[in-house]
């Protein structure tokens, strides 16, 4: 069986298993194991000069091996074009995108840089899978120094429709990097569409229902593989956590009241102010839940590098002073807002104790939060998902209820709603959604995709 090497911007750490590593970072590294593999990564250093030979270190059979960066590379690369121009586009923000040639140079010269220490590791039949935005040239900048593997790619954020990507400057290259791989992985059907229309009206290429495509002088194939979680995992530790000191400690806090939860990172495609507003509204417009409900926002900070997302702080610093100002009392804050994370047994057990789950980005490739909640629930006495019509997650759970991010009484309508549901009927949605999430897991996720990267199904297909 041909060894699997990925490439993210960051590895996992070797020593970081189960329960602390998150969900990604279990099912990939479950992959790298069946197969034996490599993990080829950013070490997380800024450091002056040559990066010298990537730093390896083995855990079972699976090397990891990862480099500096200089701090100018950093911040081209990752700061400006990955997380200035690529984020922003991606999820539709156009009005947030900077774009400066030295930051799209920068980020090619990373590229270029990750391709000349990764080439000397990989063995001819290595499997190799690049994983997001970080990284589109990836392949190309590989193929130039005579590396003939198959590649393929997946990208966990949305691609979006021609009329936005068309925005960026040099959107061509971008897409012609794309047809470098042999295989291009998105999240979700309408992902796939994105790339489709693209190469049918902006290319003189062609792209086949079976999701073939011939374009820049390429071939290779395109499919959606929308990705999942370790569900049955995630449901023990929230069982588990169902009685441990944290979620006792949440729950005499809450002196019985109702719980809303939202977890995200700090990141304005979240949409968490307009949550923050939903919330408000919800209690103008049904005053019964004044003091009987509490909001808990978690909100770790996420490139806080950014101006976009110190702004995005400010913003929401404020939004919590309005409400708790205007409808707290001294016995109960209707928001609690932390910017920390928590462990993941710790967040299992708060989303088991929250009667609502609150996940209402304004774009989102997936969003494994809304999953993650699903599967923490108690299938006695489950609560309910309020889920962005805009993540991709929308598209495997229709029984959440679903909504459109952008109206904010359309929130606050829902959480009613969920909050006054009857048992059977959470009960009835929880089932279908907790089905899905079982059939279509993180390492169902990694499998198909690897397999139809190896080629495993070409005979299939010929058929
Ligand atoms: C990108 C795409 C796509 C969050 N706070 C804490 C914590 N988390 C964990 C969550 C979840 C993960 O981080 C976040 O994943 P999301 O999918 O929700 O969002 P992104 O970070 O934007 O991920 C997204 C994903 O890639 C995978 O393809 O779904 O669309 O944007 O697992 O639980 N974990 C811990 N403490 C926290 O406080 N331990």
């Known amino acids: ?69 200089t701090p100018a590379d950093h911040d081209d690369f990752y700061v400006h074009y990955a997380n200035g121009t690529l984020w922003p586009l991606c999820h539709y923000r156009l009005g947030l995108i900077e774009f400066r040639r030295s930051a799209y140079e920068g980020y090619l010269r990373v590229n270029r840089l990750f391709a000349e220490k990764l080439a000397p590791l990989l ?37 979006p429709a021609p009329e936005v990507l068309t925005a960026l400057p040099r959107h061509r290259r971008l897409i012609a990097d794309l047809c ?37 002088g390429r071939c290779g194939e395109a499919a959606a593989f929308p990705i999942g979680i370790d569900t049955a995992t995630f449901a023990e530790l929230s069982e588990q956590a169902a009685d441990s000191a944290q979620t006792r400690r949440l729950h005499e806090s809450l002196a019985g009241r109702r719980l809303v939860i939202g977890v995200d990172r700090l990141d304005y495609s979240k949409g968490i102010p307009q949550r923050m507003e939903a919330f408000q509204t919800l209690l103008e417009a049904y005053p019964e839940h004044r003091g009987r ?11 806080g590098e950014v101006e976009e997302y110190q702004a995005l702080r400010r913003d929401l610093e404020g939004w919590v002073g309005r409400i708790n100002g205007r409808f707290g009392e001294y016995d109960w804050a ?19 104790q929250a009667a609502v789950g609150l996940v209402t980005p304004l ?12 599967a923490a629930q108690d299938p006695a006495d489950p609560g309910v998902l309020v889920l962005s019509r ?6 495997a759970m229709p029984q959440a209820l679903i909504v459109n991010p952008f109206d904010v009484e359309e929130i606050g309508d829902a959480v ?48």
Request: charged share 25%; hydrophobic share 45%; with cysteine.
């Open 390 to 395: 805009f993540a991709g997650a929308a598209r």
């Open 363 to 374: 774009r989102d490739g997936m969003n494994l939060v809304a999953k993650e909640y699903v």
């Open 1 to 69: 069986m041909a060894r699997l090497v990925i490439v993210s911007n960051r590895t996992a750490a070797p020593r970081d298993r189960g329960a602390r590593a998150g969900g990604l970072a279990v099912g990939l590294r479950e992959a790298l194991q069946k197969r034996g593999g490599l993990w080829f990564g950013w070490s997380g250093e800024l450091r002056e000069g040559d990066a010298g030979e990537p730093k390896t270190q083995e855990a079972g059979n699976i090397l990891f091996a990862t480099i500096p960066l």
């Open 416 to 463: 009613h709603l969920a909050l006054t549901m009857p048992l059977a009927e959470r009960r009835a949605r929880w089932n279908e959604m907790m089905a899905e999430l079982r059939r279509n897991t993180i390492q169902s996720w990694c499998e198909s995709f690897v397999e139809r990267l190896a080629g495993a199904d070409t005979d299939e297909q010929a058929a």
């Open 123 to 159: 063995r001819p039949d290595d499997l190799i899978w690049i994983h997001d935005y970080h990284f589109f040239p990836l392949a190309s900048a590989l193929r130039a120094l005579g590396v003939t593997n198959r590649m393929g790619f997946f990208l966990h954020i949305p691609l």
């Open 180 to 216: 470098a791989y042999d295989l291009v992985g998105f999240q979700t059907g309408d992902d796939l569409q994105s790339f489709t229309s693209y190469i049918e009206r902006e290319t003189a290429g062609t792209l086949d229902p079976r999701g073939t495509f011939r374009a820049f």
């Open 293 to 303: 409900v509490t909001y808990m926002q978690i909100a770790p900070i996420s490139r």
């Open 334 to 352: 209707p928001v609690r807002y932390l910017n920390k994370a928590f462990p993941r047994q710790a967040l299992a057990g708060f989303f088991r």
